[in-house]
């Protein structure tokens, strides 16, 4: 009898708690409405810019645009890469592509002290701004190599002046281990973002995370049936409808692994691989305002070579070269991320031999443009 | 410290832990004895050790293990107190290890069903912890309560991991296993050990 009364009252004052908590409606892909064009190619400079980087190697840049029209930069460096010295470090950049001095982010100490867990080295970092609030993810390893990695993850108000206490996403059931960000969340309604994730613990694989805008997890599903499948970077086509491009995990290379959605996030479905090279290395997609799709990736093992390939959301096999941005064998020109602003124009910022983060905006004629053009030529940088 | 209130809750459950953990391996000694053993020990795992940025050992186990579930919490906490009852650690392991099945088996990539996914959403959290209450006993109920507490407020971001870690799901995988072994011995011995009767 004692047992039933207290059974009963379990479940009442469940229920009442659970008719009180937010309930989770499934969003769509938000769309941004096509903005009109507001920087004149005249005014944009087409010249790559570098990072003045106060380490001996950097990786693993991200960007977004924020609220007043500036851009904020991050990546990690370090005298290596999983080296204990390796902080993430961020800059600011104007209108006009002129980089602020880099400054410490975050660094392991910190990071500790505010998880209150060991924390052995920092990895990828990854910044995203919607509607005002500037999103801050980093992955941190406590035990082992990669594949012992967890998502942390902040927020700020200020443009990053000040912080919520970053926390460790909970991805995983088991130890929460191996959870990775790389690639920029798209923008979803209902106040969420969608953020592709992927897994390296046994087998390598992407997935879909819906969280709202206080990082609240609402919603995680699987991107490719494919075990040796990571980094997965979207492109919104529609409300309901998104491609995935992930880099193939496969140790005898191959081609890019995509999946597609067709009720926004919730489910994704394999479809056949881009007819795109990509020995194992991480790629960049985006859709312009003309719903042309951009890709940007390593076609040849070494990442010596960054292309940039263009095709139409209507026709996905059909992937047309637009450029060879870079092409220079025995250096590294890697980890690309595209970003597209609020005038129109499409950034494009790598790591560059290791040694800086390099950034471009993109001229529309690369893509618009039928014929082939190498910019690599004039894309260097004097060392 | 600046720190959210999840991390709090888990640091300090991880060092509780290693507390509960060293006092209930006094089986010999008193209730107080093992209260004042796992204090202490609870106590000394959040002094700072002298290794890299010093972190505690608490700190190195919870960067390890991670929130601990209130299953297991309760659990060590029932060890430490002495309190047992036999019956139903059968059925918490059976429960444990089938759930674990699925949870790990999904993540790892092999079963092609990913439960854990279903521990984000509030209404299917709702029914597990509805269901779980009913068919479990008092103590049980006010355990699966708790953790849905828990992950109402936030302190748990998954429904499942209030419930279950591995730690758990190994100790109910080897708790099975040794209950299944000692059933295949008893069964060997009881036909010799019978007298012929011709």
């Given at each position: 009898?004692?047992?039933?009364?207290?059974?009963?009252?379990?479940?009442?004052?469940?229920?009442?708690?659970?008719?009180?908590?937010?309930?989770y409606?499934p969003?769509?892909?938000?769309?941004?409405?096509?903005?009109?064009?507001?920087?004149?190619?005249?005014?944009?400079?087409?010249?790559?810019?570098?990072?003045?980087?106060?380490?001996?190697?950097?990786?693993?840049?991200?960007?977004?645009?924020?609220?007043?029209?500036?851009?904020?930069?991050?990546?990690?460096?370090?005298?290596?890469?999983?080296?204990?010295?390796?902080?993430?470090?961020?800059?600011?950049?104007?209108?006009?592509?002129?980089?602020?001095?880099?400054?410490?982010?975050?660094?392991?100490?910190?990071?500790?002290?505010?998880?209150?867990?060991?924390?052995?080295?920092?990895?990828?970092?990854?910044?995203?701004?919607?509607?005002?609030?500037?999103?801050?993810?980093?992955?941190?390893?406590?035990?082992?190599?990669?594949?012992?990695?967890?998502i942390?993850?902040?927020?700020?108000?200020?443009?990053?002046?000040?912080?919520?206490?970053?926390?460790?996403l909970k991805l995983s059931p088991?130890?929460n281990?191996?959870a990775?960000v790389?690639?920029?969340?798209?923008?979803?309604?209902?106040?969420c973002i969608g953020l592709p994730i992927y897994h390296?613990?046994?087998?390598?694989y992407g997935e879909f995370v819906v969280m709202?805008?206080?990082?609240r997890l609402f919603q995680k599903t699987k991107g490719?049936?494919?075990?040796?499948?990571?980094?997965p970077?979207?492109?919104?086509?529609?409300?309901?409808?998104?491609?995935?491009?992930?880099?193939?995990?496969?140790?005898?290379?191959?081609?890019?692994?995509?999946?597609?959605?067709?009720?926004?996030g919730q489910t994704w479905?394999?479809?056949?691989?881009?007819?795109?090279?990509?020995?194992?290395?991480?790629?960049?997609?985006?859709?312009?305002?003309?719903?042309?799709?951009?890709?940007?990736?390593?076609?040849?093992?070494?990442?010596?070579?960054?292309?940039?390939?263009?095709?139409?959301?209507?026709?996905?096999?059909?992937?047309?070269?637009?450029?060879?941005?870079?092409?220079?064998?025995?250096?590294?020109?890697?980890?690309?991320?595209?970003?597209?602003?609020?005038?129109?124009?499409?950034?494009?910022?790598?790591?560059?031999?290791?040694?800086?983060?390099?950034?471009?905006?993109?001229?529309?004629?690369?893509?618009?443009?039928?014929?082939?053009?190498?910019?690599?030529?004039?894309?260097?940088?004097?060392? | 410290?600046?720190?959210?209130?999840?991390?709090?809750?888990?640091?300090?459950?991880?060092?509780?832990?290693?507390?509960?953990?060293?006092?209930?391996?006094?089986?010999?000694?008193?209730?107080?004895?093992?209260?004042?053993?796992?204090?202490?020990?609870?106590?000394?795992?959040?002094?700072?050790?002298?290794?890299?940025?010093?972190?505690?050992?608490?700190?190195?186990?919870?960067?390890?293990?991670?929130?601990?579930?209130?299953?297991?919490?309760?659990?060590?906490?029932?060890?430490?107190?002495?309190?047992?009852?036999?019956?139903?650690?059968?059925?918490?392991?059976?429960?444990?290890?089938?759930?674990?099945?699925?949870l790990?088996?999904g993540e790892?990539?092999?079963?092609?069903?990913d439960l854990f996914q279903y521990g984000y959403l509030?209404?299917y959290?709702?029914?597990?912890?509805?269901?779980?209450?009913?068919?479990?006993?008092?103590?049980?109920?006010?355990?699966?309560?708790?953790?849905?507490?828990?992950?109402?407020?936030?302190?748990?971001d998954n429904y499942f991991t209030?419930?279950?870690?591995?730690?758990?799901?190994?100790?109910?995988?080897?708790?099975?296993?040794?209950?299944?072994?000692?059933?295949?011995?008893?069964?060997?011995?009881?036909?010799?050990?019978?007298?012929?009767?011709?």
């Amino acid at each position: 009898m004692k047992s039933i009364a207290i059974k009963s009252g379990c479940i009442v004052i469940a229920v009442v708690l659970g008719y009180l908590q937010p309930q989770y409606a499934p969003p769509k892909f938000y769309i941004e409405e096509k903005v009109a064009q507001t920087a004149e190619p005249s005014e944009t400079s087409y010249a790559p810019g570098f990072v003045d980087v106060p380490t001996p190697s950097v990786h693993a840049s991200t960007i977004t645009e924020l609220p007043d029209r500036r851009f904020m930069l991050a990546w990690f460096g370090g005298s290596k890469e999983g080296a204990p010295d390796v902080n993430i470090y961020s800059c600011e950049m104007d209108w006009n592509g002129n980089l602020s001095q880099p400054k410490v982010l975050l660094d392991r100490k910190t990071l500790q002290r505010q998880t209150g867990r060991y924390i052995r080295k920092l990895g990828n970092p990854l910044l995203y701004c919607q509607d005002g609030r500037l999103h801050f993810f980093v992955v941190s390893v406590s035990v082992g190599g990669w594949s012992g990695s967890s998502i942390n993850y902040a927020c700020s108000d200020d443009r990053g002046e000040t912080w919520t206490p970053l926390r460790r996403l909970k991805l995983s059931p088991l130890f929460n281990v191996s959870a990775l960000v790389r690639c920029p969340p798209v923008p979803m309604t209902n106040d969420c973002i969608g953020l592709p994730i992927y897994h390296e613990f046994i087998c390598k694989y992407g997935e879909f995370v819906v969280m709202d805008s206080h990082g609240r997890l609402f919603q995680k599903t699987k991107g490719h049936y494919d075990l040796r499948t990571l980094q997965p970077c979207s492109a919104v086509i529609s409300p309901t409808e998104a491609l995935v491009a992930f880099r193939n995990g496969h140790e005898n290379g191959g081609t890019v692994k995509t999946a597609v959605t067709s009720d926004a996030g919730q489910t994704w479905t394999p479809i056949p691989d881009l007819p795109i090279e990509n020995p194992d290395s991480c790629l960049a997609l985006l859709k312009t305002d003309d719903g042309t799709l951009l890709l940007v990736g390593n076609p040849i093992e070494g990442r010596g070579t960054l292309n940039l390939w263009k095709s139409r959301t209507d026709d996905l096999q059909n992937w047309t070269l637009c450029a060879a941005l870079e092409n220079e064998s025995g250096c590294e020109f890697s980890y690309p991320t595209l970003l597209k602003d609020s005038a129109g124009r499409v950034h494009l910022i790598y790591t560059w031999k290791r040694k800086s983060i390099c950034h471009r905006v993109l001229s529309p004629e690369l893509w618009n443009a039928e014929q082939v053009k190498d910019t690599a030529q004039s894309g260097g940088k004097e060392e | 410290m600046n720190m959210n209130v999840s991390d709090w809750f888990g640091l300090l459950t991880t060092a509780f832990a290693i507390g509960a953990l060293v006092g209930s391996l006094f089986r010999n000694a008193s209730v107080k004895a093992r209260l004042t053993i796992a204090a202490i020990v609870t106590l000394a795992s959040t002094i700072p050790l002298p290794f890299d940025t010093r972190p505690s050992l608490a700190m190195v186990v919870y960067a390890l293990t991670g929130l601990l579930s209130v299953t297991t919490l309760t659990i060590l906490t029932c060890c430490l107190f002495q309190f047992s009852v036999p019956n139903r650690r059968k059925r918490i392991a059976a429960a444990a290890f089938v759930t674990g099945v699925f949870l790990y088996g999904g993540e790892i990539g092999a079963i092609p069903f990913d439960l854990f996914q279903y521990g984000y959403l509030p209404l299917y959290a709702l029914a597990f912890a509805v269901v779980g209450i009913v068919l479990s006993d008092a103590i049980g109920a006010v355990t699966i309560f708790a953790g849905y507490v828990l992950y109402v407020f936030g302190i748990y971001d998954n429904y499942f991991t209030s419930m279950i870690d591995p730690i758990l799901w190994v100790a109910a995988t080897a708790f099975l296993l040794r209950s299944f072994l000692l059933h295949l011995n008893n069964k060997k011995a009881t036909p010799s050990s019978v007298p012929a009767s011709r």
